[in-house]
């Protein structure tokens, strides 16, 4: 008889399913009106990312570690680590610190700024967003420091301008539910971003993303993301692979970077951490949900890959990008 405790699989693609697994936590999205001369300057915002849409006008965006350009109307940017950056009028106009700015707030998550000179205008939907699953930490570690999709580009099949322009008519007007609208068309634009990348970069054809959509080692990455309690082994893992447990151990090592059993206990740890911030659970109930036999197994695991107990991390502040002299604006 089959084993009802494991779920069946239910997709053939194996990186479609860990694209599904990331989750936009944390977020908040500002509507700026910005009118020549302005510049505002972007601080490191650690553990974040931070992207814009340019609604109208257009901007000049200087990012560490990438070269300056212009962004006209349309366009999309994404700085997955959160880099510090200047966007500004043109190259020549003064900047102000970030956190100086005047916001209002609309919701707790959705905010509007006016700011500049009087000038011409430019309108930016800006967010902040974190991924809160160990997949995306996976995925933003291969991340280049900035990703720019532009409005004419054809490889974007139209989804960059129609969601542009959704998000355009939304802020222009503002309706009841219009800032709800706006984050969700933000949070869908970020996620096609990234995968717009995945399949246009040659970066994205190696490392853990080559060993997603590698046939054998693929279906193994996808059984251990499906059910990271089960008893996972290297004959089993390689039984799902349909390879011999040498072949399996050497080519999952040679694509993902480190052995089957290595990056199961470093996936259970993560998943682990995040389940204990956000529930009560007791850990002996918790170190079963990630594949423990016992409550003890499970500390030692933990203490070992973060170098802190299981009941340590309850105690810490659930992860936000919160600015300690006031709550962030953006530009």
Do not use: N
């Amino acid at each position: 008889m089959p084993d009802v405790r494991r779920p069946q699989p239910t997709s053939r693609d194996p990186l479609g399913e860990a694209l599904h697994l990331l989750q936009l936590t944390g977020t908040l999205y500002c509507q700026s009106e910005l009118t020549e001369p302005w510049g505002i300057d972007v601080p490191r915002l650690e553990g974040c990312s931070t992207f814009q849409i340019v609604t109208a006008g257009r901007c000049w965006l200087e990012v560490e570690g990438a070269p300056p350009r212009w962004l006209a109307t349309g366009s999309l940017t994404l700085i997955p680590h959160g880099t510090p950056h200047r966007a500004r009028s043109d190259p020549r106009a003064e900047t102000s610190p970030l956190f100086d700015l005047p916001v209002q707030p609309i919701t707790d998550r959705y905010e509007t700024l006016h700011h500049g000179g009087g000038g011409a205008r430019t309108a930016i939907t800006y967010g902040v967003v974190r991924f809160d699953h160990v997949a995306a930490h996976r995925l933003l570690a291969l991340l280049p420091t900035l990703l720019h999709i532009d409005t004419l580009d054809e490889q974007t099949d139209g989804w960059l301008q129609s969601t542009a322009r959704w998000v355009t008519r939304e802020a222009r007007a503002l309706r009841p539910g219009g800032e709800t609208v706006i984050t969700r068309l933000a949070d869908l634009l970020v996620i096609q971003a990234i995968r717009a990348w995945i399949d246009r970069a040659p970066e994205a054809q190696q490392g853990w993303l080559a060993a997603l959509r590698d046939d054998r080692v693929g279906r193994a990455l996808a059984a251990m993301h499906r059910d990271p309690a089960h008893a996972w082994t290297v004959p089993s893992l390689s039984k799902e692979a349909g390879m011999s447990r040498s072949a399996f151990s050497a080519r999952f090592t040679r694509l993902v970077g480190e052995p089957a059993m290595q990056y199961l206990t470093q996936w259970r740890m993560q998943l682990a951490r995040t389940h204990l911030r956000d529930c009560p659970e007791p850990l002996g109930s918790v170190a079963a949900r990630f594949g423990y036999g016992s409550e003890a197994a499970f500390c030692k695991a933990f203490k070992r890959t973060f170098g802190a107990s299981p009941g340590s991390v309850r105690s810490e502040p659930r992860p936000g990008w919160v600015d300690p002299a006031r709550e962030p604006s953006k530009p």
